[in-house]
């Protein structure tokens, strides 16, 4: 039920007018921080989720008095974030090599990508063996190694697809869409994510 305010101690969720935290998608975990008020309210962001257009910033008020209508700093934890964005690219790349060792066919069926590890569903229709998983590994400490600079372009579909963009498992895409490629054209992925700067 919706509160006109949070105490000290009280757990919530808040939601803002604007932004900078990422809320769960596409399998990567959402973000957390710190909402701060100048009187010295202090709510921990133990997560963030979307609810329709609303982003969902759940947590628990540690110091203080929140009430509706408060203007607050908003303090994405840069290095859960920047953990995350290592292990986000870290698929692309993961995807892009099993493609090229175990056939065009496979597919990304799902993901989980958090702060400590990623996990990678996908299809295929036999078990990797352990020469191809070192292949595969091989290839992505090369992509690594390369230190090449990560791409992000903001385009139409029509163009996305024309570029090799894949898009995945049915997942909902508007007029505009991001593509990421990694190591020129080694990946190319339609992704909203957070992403590291350069493959290294």
């Known amino acids: 039920s919706q509160a006109e305010t949070l105490q000290a101690g009280q757990s919530g969720i808040v939601v803002l007018d604007r932004t900078p935290f990422y809320a769960e998608s596409g399998g990567q975990a959402g ?4 909402l701060q008020t100048a009187d010295g309210a202090r709510f921990e962001v133990r997560d963030t989720t979307k609810q329709g257009a609303a982003f969902l910033h759940h947590g628990v008020l540690t110091t203080g008095r929140l009430a509706v209508g408060a203007s607050v700093s908003a303090q994405v934890e840069p290095g859960i974030r920047q953990a995350t964005a290592l292990n986000h690219s870290a698929t692309h790349l993961l995807h892009a090599a099993m ?9 990304q069926k799902g993901s ?9 569903d996908f299809s295929h229709f036999e078990p990797v063996s352990r020469e191809q998983l070192r292949e595969i590994e091989q290839i992505v400490n090369a992509q690594i190694r390369a230190n090449s600079a990560v791409g992000v372009e903001v385009t139409d579909m029509e163009t996305a697809r024309a570029r090799g963009a ?3 498992f049915g997942e909902k895409y508007g007029d505009e869409v991001r593509v990421l490629t990694m190591g020129g054209d080694f990946s190319v992925e339609l992704c ?4 590291v700067g350069r493959t290294g």
């Open 31 to 34: 973000d957390c921080g710190v």
């Open 99 to 107: 493609r090229q060792v175990l056939g065009e066919h496979v597919e």
């Open 112 to 120: 989980l990508v958090e702060s400590s590890r990623l996990r990678f």
């Open 166 to 168: 894949m898009a995945l």
């Open 192 to 195: 909203g994510g957070t992403h």
